[in-house]
């Protein structure tokens, strides 16, 4: 079980509140696939990922990159039990799409590049480490599933 700071608690909810959720969620995602080309093949249906170029103007990819951004809605409306709300999600990327568990870590270091870029000076290293804890904590319980 996490804890959570009241400091914590109001800053994930802020961070949520300020980013345009049409832009991280595609870029994040689209930086994930450029940046970790290997991860391109659990999206083989997503059609032309062959440059940065392509990626970044692919329709499914920003479709798919909103869907993480409201799965990680889920978690924020979950706070306390991160894990049993996240235990479909860990069945289905472990056992159906046999995601690697490591790519979760990387696309949360994207997603912390993206939502920095987004809040700017307002992304003070209290604000960033508060994201980084919530997001180790969706990854764990992403991972939960895997043996």
């Known amino acids: ?23 991280v969620g595609p870029d994040a995602l689209s930086r994930c696939l ?3 080309p290997w991860t391109q093949r659990y999206f083989g249906s997503f059609g032309n990922l062959y440059n940065a170029a392509a990626i970044a103007s692919n329709p499914k990819v920003a479709a798919h990159g909103k869907v993480v951004l409201g799965g990680l809605e889920k978690a924020l409306k979950n706070m306390d039990d991160i894990k049993q709300a996240y235990a479909d999600l860990s069945v289905l990327h472990s056992e159906k799409l046999q995601v690697d568990p490591d790519n979760f870590k990387l696309l949360a270091d994207c997603l912390t ?24 904590v969706v990854v764990a319980a992403l991972r939960k599933q895997y043996h």
């Open 1 to 23: 079980m996490v804890t959570w700071t009241d400091f914590e608690r109001a800053t994930i909810q802020d961070i949520f509140s300020k980013i345009d959720y049409d832009i």
């Open 34 to 36: 450029i940046v970790y």
């Open 113 to 136: 590049i993206v939502v920095a870029s987004q809040l700017g000076k307002d992304f003070t290293p209290e604000v960033h480490a508060a994201f980084a804890k919530f997001l180790a």
